[in-house]
């Protein structure tokens, strides 16, 4: 095995396990569990992620020895996860979006649940092929599906969860910032 195998290798072990942690919590975070954590624990699993996922931008191009993507199975239903995060963030699940900041303006809308279930599912794929030993069709399934999609979608739910817990824990009534300037500043 030369070096750059044993690094890519490490890199395909390091995005599966970021993977399988974003994977358990989101599904932890729809099944509503415990709702007074779900903003920070969403906010940590896609930051992670995007770590990841700017580590497999940074690789350069992975090319599988196959020219097909061996076939692992039917995908898996992700609708009840979308289903059940929809309902998580219901009221507040539709945020707006510039579709792309390079080319101009355009703004469309986007949906929390929408956008954390196109992560897990490209996620899932590409630990499906790691799993059964496919550890370069794994890699190239996340670099690609993260430069063309979920990285994309990351970002943008990222920013959208740090805004909404901003305007949770910021958004109070004046007396009682003012109280709690007043008590910071007492020895």
């Known amino acids: 095995m030369t070096t750059a195998d044993a ?16 994977l358990t919590t989101v599904t932890e975070v729809a099944s509503g569990a415990n709702p007074d954590a779900s903003l920070p624990l969403l906010l940590l699993a896609v930051s992670d992620m995007l770590a ?7 690789t350069t191009d992975v090319v599988p ?8 199975g039917p995908d898996p239903d ?10 998580v963030f219901e009221g ?61 979608r990351a970002s943008s739910v990222l920013r959208t969860l740090q805004t909404m817990l901003a305007h949770l ?7 009682v910032a003012a109280e709690a300037e007043y008590d910071a500043l007492q020895p």
């Open 65 to 72: 020895s196959e020219r097909f993507e061996p076939d692992v």
């Open 92 to 152: 507040i699940d539709e945020y707006a979006e510039v579709v792309d900041p390079l080319l101009g303006v355009e703004v469309q809308s986007a949906s929390v649940s929408g956008d954390l279930v196109a992560i897990a599912g490209a996620l899932a794929q590409g630990l499906r092929h790691y799993e059964s030993g496919g550890v370069l069709e794994a890699l190239w399934w996340w670099q690609f599906s993260y430069l063309s999609d979920w990285g994309e």
């Open 52 to 58: 990841a996922g700017a580590r497999l931008g940074a």
């Open 169 to 175: 824990r910021l958004d109070v009534e004046d007396d």
């Open 7 to 22: 690094d890519l290798r490490d890199i395909a072990e390091s995005v599966a396990n970021e993977a399988r942690s974003y």
């Open 78 to 87: 992700v609708e009840p996860l979308r289903a059940n995060l929809a309902n």
